[in-house]
């Protein structure tokens, strides 16, 4: 939910990894959302929401103990306690804020979600008061998810208790990799034995669902530490397991080496090495009784492990973005927190909501945005666009699917369309074929 750098590579290797955005999030791009359109997201507001539109809250604590080599969020690893404290008393305000506006209703968060960053960075207390202002202001009691993630070495099992006292399901560790060398040179604040440690924490305290990230392709990855990454993974058997790989976004640590030193290709594994590691890691798990649900995610059972946040904003739920660089979806217009510390916290200082920039697409823009995410889904459903949209996707697609089924990346049956393996593999460059021409870029992965 953080903001992200909108270029793109240009021409060149396409198999070499190359600086830029590849990961497809929303739609329109980022970078077509503008200060002139700001005046739609207070509009949008104000507005009763549509009804059976879920409500979701996202919020951003972008605290770190140290920054990734390859991390494009916004954090920052050097707040003190009281600094924290205001940021926390800023964000709360900005729910104060929403919590009066019309386009709230009657409804309740049915997600939440606590990304960063590093969440579980905050102290227990800080953690505590956050929360029970957060319930005041809007109810919780009718939220079906609330996700936490945490970095492995900021936890405790005193911390791990609060973070399930205040409600959390599912709990998503950022273990990346389980190699200190290469936990090391890419700059991560963990090392191996706290993966184990506030695992096995976690585990005994009862979570519903505890899900592990995993990053195909950090630098210094080799197929072999990859493959004991898969198994260490299996071994601990987590309820699911989110798989990326890895890109080297502009504003990274390893883009800014990259340039200094005149190098125009990553360090790191090329696209074609990067898709058979996340083939083989999707292989094993499946051997091993996991259900592969995405581009990305694999579940150990899925009649009870979900993943509402991604599921319900990727079919066009409401979702409130508290934190600095924060983004929303309101009533269908997109818009997004100021991106900075200083006029995020002044503006809520002086009782304004801070956004800065906004978009409302088009009836098809917001048609394309559906289905490109749902798309990662590994399947689309032709009749729920039929019946939210008025069109089959089979036919407004007709050429762009016939490219994908001759490529043999899709097959098309009366109710579906379904990408294979290889295509979800290389999903976020197919994706693009989907995009309305002003929105098309030179090359993704």
Not at 64 to 77: L, N, S
Not at 396 to 401: D, E, G, K, N
């Amino acid at each position: 939910m953080d903001s992200k750098v909108t270029n793109h590579p240009q021409h060149g290797n396409e198999t070499k990894t190359q600086a830029g955005n590849y990961f497809v999030s929303n739609y329109p791009p980022y970078s077509f959302w503008t200060a002139d359109h700001v005046g739609e997201a207070f509009a949008a507001l104000e507005r009763t929401p549509t009804p059976n539109t879920p409500l979701g809250v996202y919020l951003h604590i972008p605290f770190c103990r140290k920054r990734c080599r390859f991390c494009y969020f916004k954090v920052y690893t050097d707040k003190d306690a009281n600094e924290i404290e205001n940021y926390l008393k800023a964000a709360t305000r900005e729910l104060e804020l929403y919590s009066s506006k019309r386009f709230i209703g009657e409804r309740k968060p049915t997600f939440i979600y606590f990304g960063g960053g590093t969440p579980s960075f905050i102290s227990s207390r800080q953690l505590m008061g956050l929360t029970d202002r957060m319930k005041e202001l809007l109810s919780w009691d009718a939220a079906e998810e609330i996700t936490f993630e945490c970095e492995p070495g900021t936890l405790t099992e005193n911390k791990l208790r609060v973070i399930r006292e205040i409600g959390v399901t599912r709990l998503s560790l950022g273990i990346e990799n389980f190699n200190d060398h290469i936990l090391e040179i890419n700059g991560r604040a963990h090392g191996s034995k706290e993966i184990d440690r506030s695992y096995h924490f976690a585990r005994s305290i009862g979570f519903q669902q505890i899900n592990i990230d995993l990053i195909a392709g950090m630098v210094g990855e080799t197929t072999h530490n990859w493959t004991d990454c898969v198994r260490k993974t299996i071994a601990l058997s987590p309820d699911s397991v989110t798989i990326y790989q890895m890109e080297i976004p502009f504003n990274t640590t390893i883009f800014k080496e990259m340039k200094a030193g005149g190098e125009t290709v990553a360090p790191v594994a090329d696209w074609e090495t990067k898709r058979e590691w996340v083939k083989h890691a999707f292989a094993q798990l499946e051997r091993a009784g996991y259900h592969v649900g995405s581009a990305y995610t694999a579940v150990k059972d899925p009649s009870r492990t979900r993943f509402l946040y991604r599921d319900l904003l990727w079919s066009g739920a409401d979702l409130i973005g508290l934190g600095v660089a924060s983004f929303s979806h309101i009533g269908g217009t997109h818009f997004q927190n100021q991106h900075d510390w200083t006029p995020y916290v002044t503006q809520l200082e002086e009782g304004r909501l801070p956004i800065y920039r906004a978009l409302t697409p088009s009836h098809e823009e917001r048609m394309i945005r559906e289905f490109v995410l749902q798309m990662k889904l590994g399947h689309v459903s032709r009749e729920y666009f039929r019946a939210k949209f008025g069109i089959d996707p089979q036919e407004r697609f007709a050429q762009s699917l016939g490219k994908l089924q001759s490529q043999g990346f899709l097959e098309v049956d009366n109710g579906s369309l379904r990408l294979n393996r290889e295509a979800l593999l290389q999903v976020d460059k197919l994706l693009h074929e989907f995009f309305l021409p002003q929105h098309r870029n030179a090359r993704y992965a």
